[in-house]
């Protein structure tokens, strides 16, 4: 397909289906410059329009049409040279021609920043819709590095050649999608966009990014299956891609890469946590709200030298906490709420000598607590309401805040079940098992114990407190082209649920903003 046909379908494409599922009122256009070329038309309006799209939907289904006839006659590409995707590993994409001329008078410094040039103007022009706060306005002109958002250092393997290593569009509002050309951006280290309306699908082309270090995609509108990309981005160490519509299978390889932290949550992910979850040496695993399911791995336990933060909330975990989650002895944050976990605390959760957060609450725990749990040196926060614990060793009143206890089955403790409600689950236990290192099968489910979470929930989770973000102080290329550990902001979230989410580099190119915020969109399905 010609590359222009190509952007100015996706455009039509994401109008009709705004305008057909939304039904959003529409927005004023600009009017035409007498010495526009059409593709530059198409290009300045979608600069100046949202992804909520707006017109006649009958239009623009003519127009599709009409693009459609163009691309079956053939489309001209300009003398321009073309861009050829498929050598480089599994290309569907093929030679493309790029839909941006270049100057013969303009001097890049190297390949690279020319590359970068092409695939920047092309986003710029044709697959971004809108940008309110004007992050792309400055992109102009052959001085990439000057760019908003853009920064330049020079490659590792070779310092004489500057290449584009960072690209932050993060809290721009910017509403588009990911044009295959952000493949010609192979030099990047880091690509964070999160906070934004991006939709659309995960281009396979990102997979030439061999130096890349972080990508965050989160709090956008990306659609389909699990980006099965990342899976070839040797470099990659950390991932976010929290709050979008992704659904399906996470593949199991994810968690044999050498990644630093995983964000997966608020999606709709669907499967069984692998066997193979202990061969990650991430610092900082967060799955939460997806449909997970199944049992309790015991595997975690490999984790033990590098796991510092584990967030399992409400996916749907049905099996017992396995005594091996003892041995996680770096473990700061442990938050499995939500759940249908079942059998007792195990007491093995005392080996947690570095604990500070425990959250339990909301499954199906029963038994006495553990007195050496409530015991743990850094232990601050333990929260276990609405399960049916039998007794609160007095040691817990030192980390267990007011009312967390309730909804148990303690004596001489307010807020409590009736003993009609303890007696009904101790007399029908929800495990059947010989053993609780062995996988459990609840059969039984107090009503109150199931989280409902809708759309609308989802993308309304407001943090309410957070803690000063700490500083990580480097030099502006190990930055770019570095591997750092990385440093987490804990957070605590309205009605009580306990989410921590990654805080951001502190560089002194980036907005200080110590949370991430969720903003409330509505889904743009352009893919």
């Not at 008078?105 to 004007?134: K, M, N, V």
């Not at 939500?338 to 339990?360: C, F, M, S």
């Not at 725990?365 to 850094?378: T, W, Y």
């Amino acid at each position: 397909m010609d590359v222009h046909a190509y952007h100015i379908f996706m455009y039509l494409y994401c109008d009709v289906i705004c305008e057909t599922l939304y039904r959003v009122r529409p927005l004023p256009r600009l009017s035409p410059s007498p010495h526009s070329t059409p593709a530059a038309t198409s290009a300045r309006r979608s600069r100046h329009r949202h992804c909520h799209c707006a017109g006649d939907a009958m239009r623009r289904v003519a127009l599709l049409l009409l693009v459609a006839v163009v691309v079956a006659g053939g489309g001209g590409g300009g003398g321009a040279a073309s861009l050829d995707f498929s050598g480089d590993g599994g290309g569907e994409e093929g030679a493309r021609t790029p839909v941006v001329e270049l100057d013969p008078s303009w001097r890049f410094p190297s390949a690279s920043i020319r590359d970068a040039y092409i695939a920047l103007q092309t986003w710029r022009l044709y697959a971004i819709f809108s940008d309110p706060r004007g992050f792309t306005d400055d992109w102009i002109g052959p001085n990439v590095c000057n760019y908003t958002g853009v920064y330049c250092a020079p490659l590792p393997s070779d310092p004489r050649v500057l290449a584009v290593a960072g690209l932050d569009l993060n809290h721009g509002d910017i509403a588009g999608y990911l044009p295959p050309e952000l493949g010609l951006l192979a030099d990047l280290a880091l690509l964070h966009l999160n906070s934004n309306r991006f939709c659309g699908v995960v281009p396979d082309t990102l997979r030439r990014l061999r130096l890349l270090h972080e990508l965050d995609l989160s709090n956008n509108r990306f659609v389909g299956k699990f980006p099965r990309v990342v899976l070839q981005m040797p470099a990659l160490r950390f991932l976010d891609l929290r709050f979008n519509e992704f659904e399906g299978g996470v593949p199991s390889a994810l968690f044999d890469m050498p990644l630093d932290a995983i964000f997966l949550n608020h999606n709709r992910f669907r499967f069984r946590i692998p066997e193979n979850i202990g061969n990650s040496p991430v610092s900082a695993l967060v799955l939460a709200h997806n449909s997970f399911g199944g049992c309790f791995p015991a595997s975690i336990a490999n984790m033990s030298a590098t796991l510092n933060e584990l967030l399992l909330i409400n996916n749907g975990l049905s099996s017992c906490l396995p005594p091996e989650i003892g041995r996680l002895r770096e473990l700061t944050v442990l938050d499995v709420s939500h759940n249908q976990i079942a059998g007792p605390l195990p007491r093995e959760v005392a080996g947690l000598r570095k604990l500070e957060q425990l959250d339990v609450a909301h499954n199906l725990l029963s038994g006495p607590i553990p007195q050496p749990v409530c015991a743990l040196p850094r232990l601050k926060n333990f929260t276990f309401t609405y399960n049916f614990f039998t007794r609160e060793p007095a040691a817990c009143a030192r980390v267990v805040p007011q009312d967390s206890d309730r909804k148990n089955c303690l004596p001489n403790r307010p807020a409590q079940r009736t003993k009609q409600q303890c007696a009904a689950f101790y007399s029908r236990p929800p495990t059947k098992y010989h053993h609780h290192r062995h996988p459990i099968t609840p059969t039984h489910c107090h009503p109150s114990l199931t989280l409902h979470t809708d759309h609308h929930h989802r993308h309304h989770t407001t943090p309410t407190h957070c803690h000063p973000s700490p500083r990580l102080h480097m030099d502006h290329h190990h930055r770019l082209y570095g591997s750092n550990r990385l440093i987490l902001l804990k957070e605590s979230i309205s009605e009580g649920i306990h989410g921590f989410a990654l805080a951001p580099y502190l560089r002194p190119w980036i907005a200080s903003s110590p949370i991430y915020v969720v903003i409330a969109m509505l889904t743009c399905k352009c893919s």
